[in-house]
């Protein structure tokens, strides 16, 4: 676990991150992870001097698996308000399955496991909605459908990209493999919508964070690799 910056940790779980926001209210989960592992999240939070039921909030960025893995025995341990988007509630809720038809993401799946349904307390139907103090919901489909981004208002902005992007070495960023996106073009619609904010760091489901300027290699890839 590193802190990216002040109060915002992140925790790599196997190949995905999980990221925890210390606020004056409680503890922020941005995603829980791969199924079976929520035991990682209650240690780094023991490592912080907190524990499982000082989490108040999870906001999810998507329905895949490797970020509600431990969604559901956290709920239940913690009491914590969940926050998706209205178009991908229903994966999370297990009222739809997510299928993915190509050999490799069946595999994967097979051995990660399947994340256990929970309810979404909150649910976003809005683009820009505030969801926390200093948090605001960015819905950035193609990922899922529902897929949502976070700016948080500190230290000059976060945004917690979710798998609308990937980050890279040498301070780039990427997109996710093409096989368990949605939809490509609308995911570089998202990206090219990122890339007109403004926020200093960028943290993501998987590759490594960005501080100083995030928001340049946003704007490079919109110029160029997603094109």
């Given at each position: 676990m590193r802190e990216v910056v002040d109060g915002v940790f992140e925790l790599g779980i196997g190949y995905v991150h999980v990221h925890l926001?210390?606020?004056?209210?409680?503890?922020?989960?941005?995603?829980?992870?791969l199924p079976g592992k929520s035991a990682r999240i209650g240690k780094a939070l023991h490592g912080l001097r907190r524990k499982i039921g000082d989490v108040t909030t999870v906001l999810l960025t998507h329905h895949h698996a490797d970020h509600t893995g431990g969604l559901a025995e956290i709920r239940r341990r913690s009491g914590a308000r969940v926050v998706a988007h209205r178009d991908d509630v229903p994966y999370v809720a297990g009222a739809k399955q997510h299928v993915v038809d190509h050999p490799i993401v069946k595999i994967v799946g097979r051995i990660m496991g399947t994340p256990e349904p929970a309810t979404v307390d909150d649910v976003v139907h809005e683009d820009g909605t505030s969801v926390l103090p200093g948090f605001t919901a960015l819905h950035t489909p193609g990922h899922t459908p529902g897929h949502?981004?976070?700016?948080?208002?500190?230290?000059?902005?976060?945004?917690?990209a979710g798998d609308a992007a990937a980050g890279k070495r040498g301070g780039r960023i990427g997109s996710t493999p093409k096989m368990v996106s949605d939809d490509l073009d609308q995911q570089r619609?998202?990206?090219?919508?990122?890339?007109?904010l403004d926020f200093d760091h960028a943290v993501f489901g998987h590759g490594p964070a960005l501080t100083g300027r995030a928001v340049d290699a946003f704007r490079a890839y919109a110029m160029t690799d997603a094109r």
């Open positions: 926001v210390i606020t004056d209210s409680g503890v922020v989960l941005v995603d829980t992870g949502l981004s976070y700016l948080l208002d500190r230290d000059g902005g976060i945004l917690f619609r998202s990206v090219e919508k990122l890339a007109g």
